[in-house]
DNA sequence: CGCGAGATTGATTAACATCAATAGGAGTGG
DNA sequence: CCACTCCTATTGATGTTAATCAATCTCGCG
């Protein structure tokens, strides 16, 4: 049985995630500091509103991120999984958590702590240049979510939706990775992904499966038809 | 007359633009690279689609960001005056841009190029630090707009949109600025930014000058009750 | 084998977009 | 200075989309 808590060197997030490529003494430096831990379906590792203490990265299993709008909708803003971290555009900016951070089923995290992360950050060429690309990035694929959830019906915006999903729900596959993913949410948090009512997301769920782009095995969710999917959401 | 294109030393936004507070080695080597220009109402400073080849940095005037959408339709990101920077965002992420910039009035900006940018982005401390600080908060203000589209209604989003425009409209006043600004934008340029139909957006005009929430002259819109307005949007 | 959360379907309503028509109002050429 | 014209603003009527409300229905699980 693989350790749970390895050595960040062992880590298999290592070589896809965020962190990868940072010279060795910052993984020694990072794996001193960092607290690991796990967490059950529904705990939370990040709280809207309070203070950033360091930053999570995410060892296995998917949270979601997600900001609580009027009459405490959630409006969730992504699904992130293991190699990816969270957390640091807070730090960055000085200033409280604005999302909050849910385990959707068994995850594993390593807490790193604020200093030992920002260090990193300020002596570290490869992450530094890697977060500033990915915060550059962000800015620009948010510009493009606002104006697609200003401009976009729901129908095109769950296509969109679900061909991101796909590729978050898809295995880390060394070699190709043709087989389609499923998609394992509920219907509430797609339709809080998409920004819709749940009966209207399920009733476009319904289309696309009698359009044959998509089917369905309980809940989860199998793509049929990416390309179809991609031209309906207006992805190029 | 002053003078349309001065030495950064002199340009009145060194004080409370973007690049306040840069060191003076840093200051003389963008002046050196800069070239100034001077655009009419109309003219575009950026291309969507096009490759970064600086940055800009607005002396005066008014400029809009945004983004065609579905059908051609405009989607304003945002409202930018003297002291403000753009385009470093595609240039730190190595991206084509993904918006466009427009005069909505005469401008005069300059344009610090590529290799200069990025080399006192890299030795400026002060200049690194407000960039990386300011990426953060507008993925986390993004953010924010993202769910507040998806969740509030447009009187609410016109409420929230208006205090925004009340404050880049406002005078760079050095001492106190209780006076209100005069909004000068179409009411389509206006409904683009709040994401909704001109028409719709008139009428929501409308009925905030019934409730005396705000006055009009011609097209020009003074905020009344800037109080009751953040309360409207939702603004703490 | 019942319980309960989540999923689904149908009916109704509300918000907003669209279409159509009219009215101002700033800039222009005579 | 005036008439003209185009662009913007405004108002009203109508149509669509999607939210809301109200039942079921289904399935994993104790």
């Known amino acids: 049985m693989p350790d ?19 010279n ?24 809207e509103g309070t203070r950033p203490l ?3 990265c995410i060892k296995s299993g998917k949270v979601k991120v997600f900001k609580l ?7 969730i803003t992504a699904i992130l ?29 390593c807490h790193i702590p604020r200093e030992q992360f920002l260090k990193s950050f300020q002596n570290d060429k ?5 977060l500033i690309t990915d915060l550059s990035k962000e800015v620009i694929s948010l510009t493009n979510v606002v104006t697609d959830i200003a401009q976009k019906p729901v129908r095109e915006r769950t296509a969109a939706t679900l061909v991101l999903l796909n590729s978050v729900y898809a295995r ?23 920004g819709t009512a749940t009966e209207t997301l399920i009733r476009v769920i319904h289309d696309f499966k009698e359009e044959e782009l998509i089917k369905t095995n309980g809940r989860k969710i199998i793509i049929k038809d990416l390309k179809a999917l991609q031209r309906i959401g207006g992805i190029y």
Chains 1, 2 share one sequence.
């Open 24 to 47: 060795d003494e910052t993984l020694e430096l990072l794996d001193m500091s960092k607290t690991c831990n796990l967490y059950k379906k529904g705990q939370r590792l990040i709280q």
């Open 81 to 109: 999984k293991d190699g990816d971290l969270v957390g640091y555009r807070a730090m960055l900016s000085d200033s409280l958590y604005h999302v909050s951070v849910e385990a959707l089923e068994e995850v594993v995290a």
């Open 54 to 56: 360091g930053v999570y």
């Open 69 to 75: 709008g009027q009459q405490g909708k959630e409006h």
């Open 126 to 130: 490869v992450l530094n240049k890697r």
């Open 172 to 194: 880390n596959n060394p070699q190709g990775e043709e087989e389609m993913a499923e998609i394992n949410l509920t219907r509430e948090a797609l339709a809080n992904m998409v």
């Open 4 to 22: 749970l808590f390895p050595h960040c060197r062992e880590c298999k997030t290592r070589y896809h995630g965020k962190l990868a490529g940072v």
